[in-house]
């Protein structure tokens, strides 16, 4: 969902009213090719004009929830995804929570392990790949009436179920570490640029993990029977696990 962002909105300071959706074939082709991950999705998009592929590009939104499975079990797999977990690990080491500008970007979520697939035989991506059920249907709906899917420009699939602003997820954040007697106050205050470098790598990744706005809606994949479950109310709740496991962890 990173393509879907603005460099200048990376700030924390508002929410954008800009929203795609994957349906709008227009406004996915207006968004600039400096995005992030842009160049990828554009050579897709050539090839398949070219006639050389059927591309179909699934862009979830910020994955949230511990990936279950025998793969993760062993320790083979991440459980983890990347967002939340890093402002975990940034609020424990400042030991109050923390949030780019005033936390007013917004990003949409989604559970790792969300909506129901068509077939149960495809239950085995669960183990491997985020929001799995969308890629399983997608695949499914692809291998058994490719004429009635689109590919290309009609080929973007959103995963989504809800919207977040940033301050709801580093408040969540605050009152764990309050609940564990780390902090007393839940408020999370502003990172500083030498905050931004130390616990993300460089105060640009910083402020695009937390302080960037990426709105859309998921008709398209909807459209196709995808229907999550989980809502932005889990994601907050999951924080309380995550943190848990990254406790754990450090241990």
Request: contains cysteine; negative net charge; aromatic residues 8%.
């Amino acid at each position: 969902m990173g393509v879907l962002t603005d460099e200048a909105t990376s700030t924390g300071l508002f929410a954008t009213e800009t929203i795609y959706s994957d349906l709008d074939v227009e406004q996915l082709k207006s968004i600039p090719p400096t995005a992030l991950h842009r160049e990828v999705d554009l050579a897709i998009m050539e090839a398949d004009e070219q006639g050389d592929i059927r591309g179909h590009i699934v862009l979830p939104a910020t994955i949230y929830g511990l990936a279950q499975g025998s793969l993760f079990d062993a320790g083979v797999s991440n459980p983890h995804s990347i967002q939340i977990p890093s402002l975990i690990k940034a609020a424990l080491q400042r030991k109050q929570a923390g949030m780019v500008g005033q936390g007013k970007a917004i990003w949409p979520d989604v559970h790792i392990d969300d909506g129901t697939p068509r077939h149960p035989t495809h239950c085995s991506f669960r183990l491997m790949i985020a929001v799995a059920d969308l890629y399983a249907l997608l695949l499914d709906a692809v291998l058994s009436h490719p004429a009635t899917i689109g590919h290309g420009w009609e080929g973007f699939y959103f995963a989504e179920n809800g919207e977040h602003s940033w301050y709801q997820v580093q408040r969540a954040i605050g009152e764990a570490l309050v609940r564990r007697g780390i902090t007393q106050d839940p408020e999370p205050t502003p990172f500083t640029t030498e905050e931004l470098a130390k616990y993300f790598g460089s105060e640009s990744v910083g402020r695009y993990y937390s302080g960037s706005n990426a709105r859309c809606r998921a008709e398209r994949s909807r459209s196709i029977g995808w229907k999550p479950r989980y809502t932005t109310e889990d994601l907050l709740k999951s924080v309380e696990s995550e943190m848990a496991v990254v406790l754990k962890q450090q241990s």
